[in-house]
């Protein structure tokens, strides 16, 4: 157990709806991260917080877009939901030190969209 | 793009030794070495890291040569749930600098009985 959860598990929907993936970091983490993890693509980054600051985008739709609240939790959303979306989405937190951040992963959500 | 290169897939004897190989000769030299391994669909786990010196864990070792151009994650004794993808990954640690993994194809081990 890393310590990072992720709700919800599994998450099915139609093509055009609108989800919203949620994460809480370790304890003490102030820094979030979100990957997609599709069959064609691999896994890719998408997009990191910290400390309620976008710090870098990866490849990261318009469609989507991501906050961290105050509490550091994070929830990635994504609109207009195609097939192509579907995928697994993980959340990665860690303390970033100045020297030495190591992530640690979620267990992920599946998303499956109809 | 990744800036590592693993065998795509390789096998190992449960309870030998399983040595997986990365090349990264493009490594500069703030650059680290992290390993992690996906089992299934299961959340990356991280294994190890390192910079030039070699590092043990609970889990397992890792060696780098000298020229930093290459390096080894060895599983001590493997069982069958050490069988997963393993990402070797280079990455600079520090304020200011992204901190995203970029995770290429990974070297699936097979750990057979």
């Known amino acids: 157990d890393s310590g990072v959860t992720q709700t919800p598990k599994h998450l099915i929907t139609a093509t055009g709806q609108r989800v919203t993936l949620r994460c809480s970091p370790r304890s003490g983490d102030l820094s979030v991260y979100w990957y997609q993890q599709s069959l064609d693509q691999g896994l890719q980054f998408l997009i990191q917080y910290y400390n309620g600051e976008e710090r870098a985008k990866g490849n990261i739709l318009e469609r989507f877009s991501a906050q961290q609240f105050p509490d550091l939790h994070s929830e990635l959303n994504l609109s207009s939901l195609e097939l192509g979306d579907s995928a697994l989405y993980f959340c990665?937190?860690?303390?970033?030190?100045?020297?030495?951040?190591?992530?640690?992963f979620g267990p992920g959500t599946r998303l499956t969209v109809l | 793009d990744a800036k590592t290169t693993q065998p795509t897939s390789m096998d190992c004897a449960e309870g030998r030794a399983a040595n997986l190989p990365c090349n990264h000769s493009?490594?500069?030299?703030?650059?680290?070495v992290y390993w992690y391994r996906q089992i299934h669909s299961q959340g990356p786990q991280y294994i190890i890291h390192g910079l030039k010196n070699n590092e043990t864990n609970e889990m397992a070792s890792l060696i780098i040569t000298e020229d930093r151009k290459s390096s080894t994650l060895i599983l001590p004794h493997a069982t069958l749930r050490d069988t997963a993808v393993y990402y070797c990954i280079v990455r600079v640690h520090g304020s200011g600098n992204t901190g995203k993994l970029i995770f290429g194809q990974g070297t699936t081990l097979q750990v057979k009985p």
């Open positions: 990665a937190s860690s303390e970033e030190k100045t020297y030495g951040d190591t992530q640690y």
């Open positions: 493009t490594i500069s030299g703030n650059e680290y």
